[in-house]
C-alpha cells in the first residue's frame, strides 16, 4: 500500500515534466510584430510587478504564522506550512508566466487561422494546469515520506495504548497535524491571492468598460483606454495566478480531509487492522496519481485533435478525461480491496462487497461535478435560454438588466444544492463519511485537465486584447473572440467543479475537526456528534452564516473603491490630454496599473485577516460546538452565495456578449450600454465573490482542525 507514495510522486514528477514540454511547445511560437511585443511586455511587467509585491506581503504573514505555530507546536509543523504556501505560490507565478507569455503567440498564431491559436492557447494553459497537480502532490508525497513514522500504523497503536501525546499540554495527532498544515499553508497562499487578484482584475475591469464602452463608446482593448493594460493584466493575476492557488487548495484539502479522517477512525476504532488502516490511508493518495495520469492522458488527446471547433475539442477532452478516471479509479479500487467495515453506515443494496464502495463514493462526486458545472453553462452561456431571456429583458433598461441577472442567479442555486445533496447521501451510504472525503477528491482527481481548460479562457481574452492594441486584420480578433467564448463557458465549468468540491472538502474536514474535537478531549467514539440545538452551537450557526455576507461586502467594497479611483484616473487623461481620443498620444498604463495594484493589495488584508481570526475568537471565546456551528453555517451560506454569484455574474458577462454579437440590435445602441453596465455589476460577484466563498470556508475549516486542540470544550465563562 505504501508503494502508493511513490506512484503519486513520480506522477507529479511527470506532470512537471509535461508541463515544461507544453512551454517550450508553447513558447517556440513567433511572437508577432514589434508593437504587439509590446503591449505583450507590458502585461508581463505590469503582471509580474502585481505578483512580486503581493508576495512579499504575503511572505511576511506566512513567515510569522509559521513562527507562532513553531512556537506553540513544534518547528517541523511551521516548516510544512511555508512548504504548502511555497507550493502554491510557485504553481500561481509557473502559470502566470507562461500565460503572459502565450498570450502574445496566440495572437500571432490566430493569423494562420483558428486551429494554431487554439493549439497554442491550450498548450500554454495545460502547463498551469499540470504544474497545479504536479507541485500539490510533490509537496504532499513529499512531507508523508520524510515523515513516515508518523503516518505508520504503530503511531496509531501508541495513541490506543498510551492516549493522546501531548505538546506543552496541548493534544496533538502528529500525522493530522502535517497535512494539516501543509493544507493550511497552500490554504493561505490561496486566500489573498484570490481576493488580491480578484479585487484588481475587476476594478480594472469595470473602470475600462464604463469609461471606455459606456461614455466612449470605444471597442473592447482599444489602445486609447488607459486602463486596458491594467485590465489584461487582471485576467492573469485573477483568472490564472489567482484560480491556480484556488483549485491547488481545494485538491490539497481534498486529499488531505480523507487523510485526517482515516486516522482518526484508527484511533478510534481499535478493531481496525494495519492492512485496513493502510489501504484507506493510502487509497486517497493513489487516487490522485490516477487523477494526474487520466488528465496528461485528456491533454494528449486534446492536443493530438486536428480539429477548428475549440468547444468540442475541450469538451470532448473533458468527456475523455472522465471516463479515463473512471476505469483507472476503478482499477485502484480493485487493487486496494478495502475490506474495512465503515461503522455507523446504512448500505445501498445489500450483498454489496466493502471494496467496491468507496468506488461508489468517487462515481457519486464525478458525476456530481459533471452536473453541477453542466447547470452552470446552461445558467451562463448564451446559447442557452436564461441568457437570451436576459438579453432581452434588458431592452428595458440597466435595472431590469441587474434585477434579472440577480434574480436567475437565486433561481440558479436550485439544482446545483440538490445535486450536492444527492451526491452527500449517496457518497455517505456507499462509504460513510470517509466517502465524503472521496468524493471530493473523485470530483477533483483531474484537476490538471480542469485547470488546464480554465486558463486556456484567460490566454484567448488577453490574445484579443492584443490583437485590438496592435490594430491587427479584423480577422485575428474573429478568431481571438471566439476562442474567449468558448473560455467563458469553460470557466462556469471550472466553477461548478470549484464549488463542489469545496462543499466536499470543506464538509469532510469539519468532520475531521469534531473527530478531532472529542477524542482531544478523551472522548473516543466511533460517532461523535455535536449537540445543535446547545445555545452554543447556534450562536455559531448564526455566526457562521453571517460571515460570508460580511466578506463578500468587504470585497466587492474594495472592488468599487478601486475601480472609483481608475474611473477617475481614466477620465483625467481624457480631460487634460485630448490627443488621446484622437489616437496621436499613448495613454499613461502604468499610472492604471499602479493604482489598481495598490489598491488590490491594500484592500485584500482586512478578508483575509477576517478569516484567519474569526476561528480563534469563536473558538476561544464560545468553545469547540460554538465553533463547528461556525464552520456548517458558514458552509452552507457560502455554497449559496457561491452559486448565485458565479452564475449572476456569469449571466450578465454572457448576455453583454450575446448583444455585441449583433442580436437585438448589436452594439452601440441602448441595450448595449445596459448590458455593459449589468456585465459591471456582475463582474465582482463572478470573479471576486464567488470564487473567494470557497476558500472562505475551507480555510477556516482546516484552521480549526489544526488549532483546534487549543480551543477549550466550554466557553470561557463556563470555566
Avoid at 145 to 162: L, Y
Avoid at 350 to 372: D, E, H, K
Avoid at 656 to 680: C, F, Q, S, W
Amino acid at each position: 500500500m505504501e508503494n502508493a507514495l511513490y506512484f503519486t510522486f513520480a506522477t507529479g514528477i511527470a506532470a512537471v515534466t509535461m508541463a515544461y514540454f507544453m512551454a517550450r511547445n508553447a513558447l517556440s511560437r513567433p511572437e508577432g510584430n514589434k508593437r504587439m511585443k509590446s503591449m505583450a511586455r507590458a502585461i508581463q511587467e505590469g503582471s509580474s510587478a502585481f505578483l512580486k509585491e503581493e508576495a512579499k506581503r504575503i511572505a511576511l504573514i506566512a513567515i510569522m504564522i509559521a513562527v507562532f505555530i513553531s512556537i506553540v507546536f513544534r518547528i517541523r509543523y511551521g516548516v510544512v506550512m511555508l512548504i504548502g504556501a511555497f507550493v502554491s505560490e510557485m504553481a500561481g507565478i509557473t502559470g502566470m508566466y507562461i500565460s503572459t507569455h502565450t498570450n502574445v503567440r496566440v495572437a500571432e498564431s490566430a493569423k494562420r487561422g483558428l486551429f494554431e491559436a487554439f493549439s497554442t492557447a491550450f498548450s500554454g494553459g495545460s502547463v498551469m494546469g499540470l504544474v497545479v497537480a504536479g507541485f500539490s502532490v510533490l509537496g504532499l508525497t513529499s512531507v508523508m515520506m520524510f515523515f513516515k513514522g508518523s503516518f505508520s500504523f504503530s503511531a496509531i497503536e501508541a495513541i490506543r495504548t498510551g492516549g493522546m501525546p501531548h505538546i506543552h499540554g496541548i493534544s496533538v495527532v502528529d500525522g493530522v497535524m502535517l497535512v494539516s498544515a501543509y493544507s493550511f499553508g497552500a490554504s493561505l497562499i490561496a486566500l489573498f491571492d484570490r481576493v488580491g487578484g480578484g479585487i484588481y482584475t475587476k476594478a480594472a475591469d469595470m473602470s475600462a468598460d464604463l469609461v471606455g464602452k459606456v461614455e466612449e463608446h470605444m471597442p473592447e482593448d482599444d489602445p486609447r483606454n488607459p486602463a486596458t493594460i491594467a485590465d489584461n493584466v487582471g485576467d492573469n493575476v485573477g483568472d490564472v495566478a489567482g484560480l491556480g492557488a484556488d483549485i491547488l487548495e481545494s485538491y490539497v484539502a481534498s486529499i488531505i480531509s480523507a487523510i485526517a479522517l482515516v486516522i482518526f477512525m484508527a484511533i478510534a476504532d481499535k478493531n481496525m487492522a494495519p492492512l485496513q488502516f493502510y489501504k484507506l490511508l493510502y487509497l486517497p493518495i493513489a487516487l490522485a496519481g490516477g487523477g494526474i495520469v487520466a488528465a496528461m492522458l485528456g491533454i494528449g488527446f486534446v492536443k493530438m485533435r486536428k480539429t477548428t471547433n475549440a468547444r468540442a475539442a475541450l469538451s470532448s477532452g473533458n468527456i475523455f478525461t472522465g471516463v479515463v478516471m473512471l476505469i483507472i479509479s476503478f482499477l485502484i479500487v480493485y487493487l486496494f480491496k478495502v475490506d474495512y467495515a465503515f461503522k455507523e453506515m446504512y448500505v445501498i443494496a445489500t450483498g454489496v462487497p466493502f471494496i467496491w464502495r468507496p468506488f461508489g463514493s468517487i462515481v457519486c462526486g464525478l458525476m456530481a461535478g459533471l452536473a453541477i458545472s453542466k447547470f452552470s453553462e446552461y445558467y451562463t452561456s448564451y446559447d442557452y435560454k436564461p441568457v437570451k431571456h436576459l438579453a432581452q429583458q434588458s431592452q428595458s433598461g440597466v435595472a431590469i438588466n441587474i434585477t434579472g441577472g440577480l434574480a436567475l442567479g437565486m433561481i440558479s442555486t436550485f439544482w446545483p444544492v440538490l445535486v450536492i445533496i444527492l451526491a452527500i447521501l449517496g457518497a455517505y451510504l456507499s462509504s460513510g463519511v470517509y466517502g465524503i472525503a472521496i468524493a471530493a477528491l473523485g470530483m477533483l482527481s483531474f484537476v490538471a485537465y480542469t485547470v488546464s481548460v480554465d486558463t486556456y479562457g484567460p490566454i484567448a481574452d488577453n490574445a484579443g486584447g492584443i490583437a485590438q492594441m496592435a490594430e491587427l486584420d479584423p480577422k485575428v480578433r474573429e478568431i481571438t473572440d471566439g476562442l474567449d467564448a468558448v473560455g467563458n463557458t469553460t470557466a462556469a465549468i471550472g466553477k461548478g467543479f470549484a464549488i463542489g468540491s469545496a462543499a466536499f472538502a470543506a464538509l469532510s474536514l469539519i468532520v475531521s475537526f469534531i473527530w478531532s474535537s472529542a477524542q482531544t478531549t478523551g472522548e473516543l467514539s466511533l460517532n461523535p456528534v455535536i449537540n445543535m440545538i446547545s445555545p452554543y452551537s447556534i450562536i455559531g450557526l448564526i455566526w457562521g452564516a453571517m460571515l460570508p455576507f460580511f466578506f463578500s461586502a468587504l470585497l466587492i467594497n474594495g472592488v468599487s473603491e478601486n475601480a472609483f479611483l481608475m474611473v477617475k484616473e481614466v477620465r483625467r487623461q481624457f480631460k487634460e490630454n485630448p490627443g488621446i481620443l484622437k489616437g496621436e498620444v499613448m495613454p499613461d498604463y502604468k499610472r492604471c496599473i499602479s493604482i489598481t495594484a495598490t489598491g488590490a493589495i491594500s484592500k485584500m488584508f482586512l478578508p483575509g485577516v477576517i478569516a484567519i481570526v474569526t476561528p480563534f475568537v469563536v473558538g476561544y471565546l464560545f468553545g469547540k460546538s460554538a465553533l463547528a456551528g461556525v464552520l456548517l453555517g458558514g458552509l452552507l451560506s457560502a455554497i449559496m452565495i457561491a452559486i448565485f454569484t458565479a452564475n449572476s455574474g456569469g449571466a450578465m458577462d454572457n448576455a453583454k456578449k450575446y448583444v455585441e454579437m449583433g442580436n437585438l440590435g448589436g452594439r452601440n445602441t441602448p441595450l448595449h450600454d445596459a448590458t455593459i453596465v449589468g456585465d459591471t455589476v456582475g463582474d465582482p460577484l463572478k470573479d471576486t465573490v464567488g470564487p473567494s466563498m470557497d476558500i472562505l470556508i475551507k480555510l477556516m475549516a482546516v484552521l480549526s482542525l489544526f488549532f483546534g486542540s487549543l480551543f477549550p470544550a466550554l466557553p470561557f465563562f463556563m470555566k
